[in-house]
């Protein structure tokens, strides 16, 4: 090579490549990581979302509740299934109806507010595979839904499952 010459020598551009394709693996790997993480966090945090929306209305409304209804349809949308509806009053002391229901193939559990014909439908939780509803006695037995005074609903997930129980005035 001569001295007017400029440029790289070709073990300098392998040795050059190498480096890049190395830092790059690094690289793409740290990437592919946080994605996975972040997805993780994001399901956690909607878990955890209806979790604190099924524990702020679930146990007021079923304290509120004069019965747990399973079998009438109040005021639930085509293509819910019901789970319990909740004969109450609100708090203006109108008579009001709370009905939770499951959308399977939308994965969405909803609480339904109903007074009169009116519905105000609010998503309670995302994500939700199945949802079970257990009547217990005072003694924590499955009984029958209209004089039990504790309400459980069990909510599966796509990252696990929680109950919340709701205990009835006397």
Do not use: W
Not at 130 to 154: E, Q, W
């Amino acid at each position: 090579m001569r001295r007017g010459d400029s440029g790289f020598t070709l073990a300098e551009l392998l040795v050059s490549i190498t480096i890049i394709g190395v830092v790059m693996g690094v690289m793409g790997q740290a990437i592919r990581m946080g994605y996975s993480t972040f997805s993780q966090t994001d399901q956690m945090l909607r878990d955890s979302h209806g979790k604190q929306m099924l524990a702020a209305y679930f146990t007021r409304d079923v304290q509120d509740a004069t019965t747990a209804d399973t079998t009438s349809g109040t005021c639930v949308p085509v293509g819910e299934t019901k789970i319990v509806a909740l004969p109450g009053i609100d708090i203006s002391g109108a008579a009001q109806v709370v009905v939770y229901s499951f959308d399977g193939p939308g994965q969405t559990l909803y609480r339904h507010a109903c007074t009169g014909a009116v519905d105000d439908p609010y998503i309670v939780a995302r994500s939700v595979t199945s949802v079970t509803l257990t009547c217990l006695s005072a003694t924590y037995t499955a009984g029958p839904c209209n004089s039990a005074p504790v309400v459980r609903l069990t909510v599966a997930t796509t990252s696990g499952s929680f109950d919340e129980d709701g205990r009835r005035r006397s």
